[in-house]
């Protein structure tokens, strides 16, 4: 009797300490993706235009502390302009109206993982480009765009999240501003 005891215990002993990693792997308040996190370092440009841009981001979502990270409209749209402002794709960024094109981003769906060591995000935004006078479609494209965190860049589980959607959209950043500077303005 005594055994079994102990065996029960041991079991719940060992159950309670397996849900305190997990909690610990996943638990934490969500902090919601930054600018400065999806802002590429370099951007690979092959033009660089001398017009001037507005940038319009739409289909992002806040953070909820006790939900999964997100990428919010005015965090991506930061990210946008700071990356057109580092890599010089445009000569600069207008806010709201005289901008000679209007760039929108319209994030379509963001793939996230619940749980795991390794969180792989995918992301797919359309980009439009137009002309501002005339509205004009200049290019139009739909980007796919996905980033892995393990447990070497983030223990916890929120933070791990965190920075593979932050990675994620710094890809999708990075193809669109090349696909842009490519273009023949």
Aim: hydrophobic share 40%; with cysteine; charged share 20%.
């Amino acid at each position: 009797m005594k055994l079994m005891i102990k065996t029960i215990f041991s079991n719940k002993s060992l159950s309670a300490a397996a849900l305190v990693f997990a909690v610990s792997m996943l638990g934490g308040c969500a902090a919601p993706s930054t600018s400065k996190g999806m802002t590429p370092d370099s951007i690979k440009t092959t033009n660089k235009h001398a017009k001037s841009v507005s940038v319009n981001v739409a289909g992002g979502k806040e953070t909820d502390k006790i939900g999964k990270s997100q990428i919010a409209d005015t965090a991506f749209s930061q990210a946008l302009v700071d990356s057109i402002n580092n890599s010089k794709t445009f000569s600069s960024v207008i806010q709201g109206k005289g901008a000679d094109y209007l760039l929108t981003v319209s994030i379509f769906n963001i793939d996230q993982p619940s749980f795991g060591f390794s969180f792989t995000v995918k992301m797919e935004a359309g980009w439009s480009l137009q002309r501002a006078d005339t509205g004009a479609v200049v290019w139009q494209e739909s980007i796919k765009s996905e980033h892995t965190a393990t447990t070497s860049d983030a223990f916890a589980g929120v933070e791990r999240l965190r920075l593979a959607n932050e990675g994620a959209a710094k890809n999708n950043i990075s193809q669109g501003l090349s696909k842009i500077s490519a273009l023949k303005l």
